[in-house]
């Protein structure tokens, strides 16, 4: 955990990325882990060529949860909606620094991503 | 008598090891509670010695097991002082016996438009298994609400009462969250005097209080071992006369008087709820864990229980942002749960286990009862037998490593 808590994760959850929400997005979606309690309203918006032009988050969590949606707002940006479905936990804890998540925080790290996957379905991409 | 909860860690092998070269700090109990040697002696001597499948065998072995299973029956009925042994059936946990409850009395006594009462404060294994019902039913499901202060509002249950459409009223005798010890006995007076069946989820109780279904009045009662320092097991007190008019839950071999090719019929008490193979070492390792248990005396845990929770409330209200949920420690059992406005409790549980302290982090099976108080998990510290103020201290260090590192 001493490497869940380093100062770079503590810093994105603090001052997150890209934190608020995109008004008249294409993809606007609600998402919650009923056994923790968090909660993550995502929006994104796409370029002409359906790439993601932009991701904006809000919600409440813990410290993996909001880092791993801070960072993930940052990495797909240029992404096809194809390229995102195909992400993983995997490329997650590559994000938070190549750590591996004991099976409690798989939940927390994957709630944006399962968001904005779900997201893009729902809006058709 | 209270003891200091070293001399009695002491029979618990597990927790004698360390954890990150700091000893292990088990704060988790009311999740599940660790086994004392007694238990782990119990469950490997009926493996080594006399396991075999009981009520079938003419041999001594299968003899000897089922004289020991049915030994343990003996020792829970005695535990909970039921009038009768045949009032008590092995289940797998406190969830199965009521729904035992819910499929086998539930369908066959509550009607469409009858009112099934049960809490705010509700484990989902007392709430869930009735909305079922009630669905199924087309029944109405009722809540006593929740004080701020992390009591049952019983001015709300005569009104819930008085229609005399109630049938049925489900409750936790301590809840795994706030701690509440409800007041069972007027609680069920006032049911009782409406005509309402009265099942109590002993869950939380039945570990930590002494509990007496004869003096409390109640109709029904599960519980786990497994919390009380048993294996995997539990077991449903029901009154002999419900029990004798309610259909079997489970259908199979143990629980059939005579099979004809059509049809069959159904074995006495508590037989006709016991279904197939039952877990045979876990029973018997369930009655040594009440030996355990009523050698410590179950007044003297409630009183080692009430100084620990005491100490802990005291010591947790002073670390700053800190809020505390339930009530003062006289109704307050061993579970005690806090939030913080600007922690997640799951990093809280996070850095905690890394000083080798285990809490629960999350809703403890009790989501409406967080909606309640607006918060979206806590944190759970619960108390048992072999816990001592010592651990409350790590406790509050280790919450002040939490502050030092997330609190900007
Ligand atoms: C109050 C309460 N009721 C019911 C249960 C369910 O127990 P089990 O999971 O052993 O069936 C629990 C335990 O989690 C509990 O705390």
Known sequence: MSNLYREELLEHYHDPLNYGVIEDAEVDINRDNPTCGDTIHLTARLDEDDRIAEVKFEGQGCVVSM?????LTAEVVGKSPEEIAALGLRDIEELLGGMRLSMGRVKCALLALTALQKGLEEAGR | MTWSGKEVRQQFPILQQKINGKRLIYLDSAASAQKPQVVIDALSSVYSTNYA????????????????????????????????TDEVIFVRNATEGLNLVVYSWGRSNVGAGERIIVTELEHHSNLVPWQWLAQEQDAELSFIPVTGAGELDLAALPPLLADGRAKVLALSMMSN??????DLA???????AAGVVVVLDGAQAVPHLPVDVQSLDADFMAFSGHKLGGPGIGALWGRRALLAAMPPFLFGGDMILSVRKERSTWNELPYKFEAGTPAIAEAIALGAAIDFLTELG????RQ???QL???????????????????????????????FEDIHPHDIAAILDEEGICVRAGQHCAAPLHRRFGIPASTRASYYVYNSNEDTDALVAGLHKVIKLLRR
């Open chain 1, 67 to 71: 880092a791993a949606a801070s960072l």
């Open chain 2, 53 to 84: 499948n009981i009520h079938r065998g003419i041999y001594r072995l299968a003899e000897e097991a089922t004289r020991q299973y049915e030994a343990a029956r003996a020792k829970i009925a005695k535990f909970i002082n039921a009038a009768s």
């Open chain 2, 177 to 182: 969250v706030l701690g509440t010890i409800p």
């Open chain 2, 186 to 192: 007027e609680i069920i007076h006032l049911a009782h």
């Open chain 2, 298 to 301: 179950m007044e003297n845990v």
């Open chain 2, 304 to 306: 080692h229980e009430l």
């Open chain 2, 309 to 339: 929770v005491t100490y802990a409330l005291a010591e947790l209200s002073a670390v700053p942002g800190l809020h505390l949920l339930g009530p003062a420690a006289e109704k307050h059992g061993g579970a005690v749960a806090f939030w």
